[in-house]
């Protein structure tokens, strides 16, 4: 292909690149300006025009409907489920790859490959009789334990792929300086695989924060709501102020926003090359 060719092929690219920019920055923008408008403002002006009397009054409103508790325990909820889900799959992966020729370690790792073609909503029944049975209903840790569950199998994919991409010749080395396993994970297979434990806690850490299907069926009190449940409420005590509503929805989406923009590359990057490898 000639250079002129590619040339004319990086232009559309970027072109569809930009485009895709502007389409998906329309409803942001709209989002954030109409929750700094009243409600009079909201009906009367442009939809996509500034406020000319910003408010944060929306803001207050949404704050004092008890959304700082929400917030905890959705904070809660995600800390819970990733920091074991992630050192689990980190201790299931090593095993895996440094246990190569041990058929229940294969056993194991298929059936981690099995989990990922089990869907969340095929099991949800289930779940909820084992939380009611175990007496955990109307609990953070009723959302926490099925969460930890479905968040193994991808995470142990992931940093199978990059452990195993680590030069035996280092294990090796290592064993004979007298390092035992514990040491070459602590020391050796932690360090190379950072970036793959970023992504697998930025990756699973979204959809735990964004879980709905799981605080509905296992919570019943105001008080164990997380923030995408506490948000349909929103939606339901404000339905007609739709700048609370908004302003429910950035206050919701902008802790997990800004951790994406800080890990953002080791996740593309740590995506790209687990799954690539």
């Keep these: 292909m000639s250079a002129r060719k590619l040339i004319r092929l990086n232009w559309l690219g970027g072109s569809a690149a930009w485009l895709w920019l502007v389409i ?9 300006v109409t929750s700094f408008k009243d409600q009079s403002a909201y009906f009367s002006q442009n939809p996509f025009a500034l406020p000319t009397a910003p408010t944060a009054e929306n803001y207050r409103m949404v704050i004092e409907a008890d959304f700082p508790r929400y917030f ?10 990733i920091i074991p ?20 370690l294969a056993g194991v790792n298929g059936l981690f490959l099995m989990g990922l073609a089990i869907p969340l909503q095929a099991t949800i029944i289930p779940v909820y009789l084992l939380i009611i049975r175990m007496r955990l209903y109307d ?8 969460s930890i569950a479905f968040a193994i199998p991808l995470s142990v994919l992931v940093l199978t792929n990059f452990i195993r991409d680590v030069p035996k010749e280092l294990f090796e080395s290592m064993r004979v300086d007298g390092a035992t396993e514990w040491g070459m994970l602590r020391t050796l297979a932690f360090p190379l695989t950072r970036p ?10 979204l959809g735990v ?20 449940l506490a948000l349909w409420t929103f939606q339901g005590q404000y ?9 429910s929805v950035v206050l919701t989406t902008l802790p997990i926003a800004i951790l994406y ?12 090359a687990g799954f690539s490898r």
């Design 261 to 272: 923009a800080v890990g953002r590359r080791q996740l593309l990057s740590g995506l790209t």
């Design 209 to 228: 924060w964004n879980g709905f299907l799981l605080p509905l069926i296992l919570t019943q009190s105001p008080e164990q709501r997380t923030l995408p």
């Design 196 to 205: 793959a434990l970023v992504t697998v806690a930025i990756y699973n850490g």
């Design 72 to 81: 905890v325990n959705s904070v809660i909820v995600t800390a819970g489920t």
């Design 24 to 32: 998906v920055m329309i409803p942001l923008y709209w989002i954030v």
């Design 139 to 146: 609990s953070l840790l009723a959302i926490v334990l099925p």
């Design 239 to 247: 339905s007609v102020n739709v700048p609370a509503v908004l302003a």
């Design 85 to 104: 889900a992630v050192t689990i799959s980190f201790l299931a992966a090593y095993a895996i790859v440094r246990g190569a020729g041990s058929r229940f």
